[in-house]
């Protein structure tokens, strides 16, 4: 199987709350096992940044599915590629929460990271997320 991983960026639906995005992790979580993708979630409370990965049609599926997801807007594929093997093996989808600022959430990310992760997506999510905390 041909392994494809898709970071991107998007901005949270203002009114999404603790109860909402704990049904998306949730259904994430299960729909992502069905689908063979794994990966990692990441909110600051304003915007979200996720990476997936798993075969090609699978991600293609899924980045149609976030593409018309109402609880979510801005949509902005920053990272695709074809990857010999996954990063997130043991994650259908991690969730975790950060500081908006950018120290703090570069930190809370490093420090989740599993050791495995090649250090190309590393410098790639940690890189992101100082670009997240620094968007409007």
């Known amino acids: 199987m041909r392994l494809k991983t898709l970071t ?3 901005r ?11 049904q998306l992790h949730q259904q994430a979580r299960h729909l ?3 689908d063979g993708v794994t990966g990692l979630l ?12 798993g075969g090609e ?7 149609e599915r976030l593409r018309r997801d109402p609880r979510h807007s801005a949509f902005e594929v920053r990272d695709e590629r074809f990857v010999a093997e996954r990063a997130f093996a043991d994650w259908s989808m991690e969730l975790v929460r950060v500081s908006a600022g950018y120290l703090e959430a570069r930190t809370e990310i490093a420090s989740c990271l599993p050791p495995a992760v090649p250090p190309g ?5 940690l890189r992101m997320s100082e670009e997240l905390a620094a968007a409007p």
């Open 121 to 125: 997506v590393r410098a790639l999510l």
């Open 32 to 34: 992502n096992a069905l």
């Open 57 to 63: 049609e699978a991600i293609d599926s899924l980045a």
């Open 8 to 10: 991107y960026t998007s």
């Open 12 to 22: 949270a639906r203002l009114d999404l709350g603790d109860e909402d995005l704990r």
């Open 42 to 53: 990441v909110f600051d409370g304003v915007r979200f940044l996720q990476i997936v990965e």
